[in-house]
């Protein structure tokens, strides 16, 4: 009797040919359909793949619909420049788009030019942080993160900040984060909104943008330290959530900004 395969992973899915059908099962759902950090690195790295030897600077997602069936990624090139380079990218089922992309590619020019990088939070090693386990029922494709709280705050925990920080990495991989890996990750921890939530509710992404940071390429580890905040929340349930990344020794990754929508269970 042949064995059943084994379920693809998010790496297996990350270096897999591009413009296959990709129907990966519900094992990588997030809260309630296919993982949209995920959704967007496949999405980045079909973009990327037309243009290898550019740096991606910026790629932004809107989920119009939930992808819960077989999809496929399609790109195309909307402008060519000497310094900049702007692609774009549907993720499309039998029954049309449900996420749109845009990215922007960089011509690496190397300068002088004075920088500036958000400071990293003091917190200690991944290794003397205690393991924080997502139930796999709730959110499938958390059983392919290790996941590790910095301070007090947790998810659904009535907490008085919207501020989650964790270290993070993917499990079986030993690599630092290239740029698709980063988008995923930045998408990886519990919306910070959650943080005040006694409650379950659901914050879905309707909109995630990803910054990778110039010292994204000087990453030794597989473990970022993230940090995500919630800037502002109305009463109609908007949030604007921004989300920073860093390495071990406290190099900015990059940097990410989620509109998201609270919706009661």
Known sequence: MTAAPSPLSPLDLLERPQGEWIDAGAHLNGFGGFHGGLTLALMAA????????LSLRSVTARFHRTLGDAFRVETSRVRSGRT?????AQAITTEGTHVEASAVFGTPKPAEWRTFTPEAPVAPPPEECELFVIPPEFVPISRYLEIRPVGAARPYAGGDEPEL?????????ERPPDAPRLVLLMDSLAPSYAAVLSTLAVVPT????????????????????????????????????EIDAWGRDGTHLGSAQQLRIIRSI
Do not use: K
């Open 165 to 173: 920080t964790a270290w993070i990495r993917l499990l079986g991989d």
């Open 84 to 88: 900049v380079t702007s692609f774009a």
């Open 206 to 241: 309707v909109e995630l943008t990803v910054r990778p940071g110039a010292g994204l390429g000087r990453a030794d580890s597989p473990w970022i330290l993230l940090r995500a905040r919630t800037r502002t929340a109305d009463a109609d349930g908007w949030v604007d959530e």
């Open 46 to 53: 079909a973009m990327q793949g037309e243009v290898p030897d």
